[in-house]
């Protein structure tokens, strides 16, 4: 298995433009995390998923924010319009059967907004 | 919500010495997890335990549930072991990962 995939790696781009990262989760982890890792607040969680379905977004900073699990294999966190205060590096994680598990990072997206 | 804290907040240290890094938490939990992050940037799990002690190569990691307190043990360091290390807890109604903010150690040759 190729691990969790993230993309982009990288992504620069101009305050108030829509970005979307993307995850991939290994097949059969039914749980899947959303984290964002700053140097003032270290990592925290924005949102996860079980089968597919958002159980807790008390994370997500504000409506700019949202994320998508269409199906099994896919999920995508998008922020609309980006500030430059949500320069971070996102990272995705995947457990199976159950959040006690043990979480599989993705490489994580560095985001940078000018 | 649960309170996690470690300590130090960085360390140095020479090649092969012992190395301990504390973690507290402050509300019971289910788990406990000691992730190591490379410079690069990749997070990577260490240990994930309930209790007692896990010992994988030169990594130790204990628990003491009634203390709420985990340490993560590194034997005869070497300077590929520079990491931070942060621990992170699981359990309550939010079943997600709650991060402590890391400790940053460097070993030299």
């Known amino acids: 298995d190729a691990g969790v995939i993230q993309s982009p790696r990288h992504e620069v781009t101009e305050m108030g433009q829509e970005v979307t990262l993307r995850c991939k989760p290994i097949?059969?982890?039914?749980?899947l995390f959303w984290y964002r890792q700053t140097m003032m607040r270290g990592l925290e969680l924005l949102i996860y998923?079980?089968?597919?379905?958002?159980?807790?977004d008390s994370g997500m900073p504000e409506d700019r924010f949202s994320a998508k699990m269409p199906n099994a294999s896919f999920s995508t966190l998008k922020i609309q319009p980006s500030e430059p205060r949500d320069s971070a590096v996102y990272f995705c994680?995947?457990?199976?059967?159950?959040?006690?598990?043990?979480?599989?990072f993705g490489p994580g997206t560095r985001l940078t907004v000018l | 919500k649960n309170e996690v804290e470690q300590s130090p907040q960085n360390l140095t240290a020479q090649e092969g010495e012992f190395i301990t890094i504390n973690c507290s938490y402050s509300?019971?939990?289910?788990?406990l997890h000691w992730l190591q992050q490379h410079p690069g940037g990749g997070i990577v799990s260490l240990f994930m335990?309930?209790?007692g002690k896990k010992k994988h190569g030169r990594l130790i990691a204990t628990i003491n549930i009634q203390e709420k307190h985990s340490s993560l043990h590194i034997t005869a360091s070497h300077p590929r072991d520079s990491a931070v290390y942060i621990c992170?807890?699981?359990?309550?109604?939010?079943?997600?990962?709650?991060f402590g903010k890391g400790t940053k150690l460097s070993v030299k040759p």
């Open positions: 994680a995947g457990s199976s059967a159950s959040s006690y598990n043990e979480q599989f």
């Open positions: 097949s059969g982890h039914d749980y």
């Open positions: 998923f079980n089968n597919n379905v958002p159980i807790d």
């Open positions: 509300v019971g939990i289910s788990a």
């Open positions: 335990l309930s209790s």
């Open positions: 992170a807890v699981s359990g309550g109604s939010q079943g997600n990962l709650i």
